[in-house]
């Protein structure tokens, strides 16, 4: 499982180096082959790992909850449907892309990043009740602080995107919506990472446990 949250940086950065040598938005970076190729593929992979990571994630709490307490099950099971809910927005993100079906890349694109950000804000709150038996306060307030990040960023990064009125990709410092543009960007660039390490602070967590999947024939006689 480490392996899997190991591989969280690689997309973004990869496509970032390949497609983009101004600040791009995000999404921005794989809007045209061949970046688009690398783009969906490794997006797609990512968004099965984070399947996995936050399934992972939610068993751990719920083993956890079943020796110590303190975490009310509601509240486990919804982070775990919000944060599938966001991973099947980075699936939309990366099958339609920006510059051929705009509306649904959209669409896909809100989902990752609202329901994302709600996910780190409830797993913030998992963690709070999780302690002192599945959380210290350290790495509570690690996560609630990144929580805060990506909640703070991820307006700026909607809003202003509203105001772009170019669709062209490479954009000029005096274009009339350039500023709105640059803050989009940027904007959205940290809600991505905010999501990458906020996964990367439950490599202290899945140290405790193991996941195993157990195989059992059914008889029908």
């Keep these: 499982m480490n392996a899997v949250l190991g591989w969280y940086p690689v997309p973004s950065c990869l496509v970032y180096s390949v497609g983009a040598c101004e600040l791009l938005n995000a999404r921005d970076t794989g ?11 490794m997006t ?13 994630r939610y068993k751990f709490v719920e083993k956890l909850n079943e020796k110590a307490g303190g975490v009310p099950p509601a509240l486990n099971q919804a982070a775990f449907w919000i944060g599938m809910l966001s991973c099947l927005g980075m699936c939309f993100v990366a099958t339609f ?21 709600l996910y780190t804000i409830l797993q913030s709150i998992i963690s709070y009740k999780a302690y002192p038996y599945g959380c210290s306060l350290a790495l509570f307030g690690m996560r609630t602080g990144i929580a805060t990040i990506a909640f703070l960023a991820v307006s700026p990064t909607v809003i202003c995107a509203v ?3 170019q669709t062209t990709l490479h954009r000029k410092t005096e274009d009339e919506d350039y500023v709105f543009h640059l803050v989009s960007a940027v904007s959205e660039w940290i809600v991505a990472f ?5 996964f990367l602070t439950y490599i202290h967590d899945f ?5 195993k999947l157990r195989t059992e024939f059914v008889d029908y006689s």
């Design 194 to 198: 905010s999501f990458i390490f906020f």
């Design 44 to 56: 797609v992979i990512t968004a099965f790992a984070g399947m996995a990571t936050i399934y992972a």
């Design 207 to 211: 140290k405790k446990f193991t996941l």
């Design 31 to 41: 809007a045209n082959p061949p970046e688009s190729c690398i783009f969906g593929l």
């Design 97 to 117: 892309q920006e510059t051929t079906v705009t509306s649904v890349h959209d669409a896909g694109a809100l989902l990752f990043f609202f329901s994302g950000v």
């Design 163 to 165: 105001f772009v009125t």
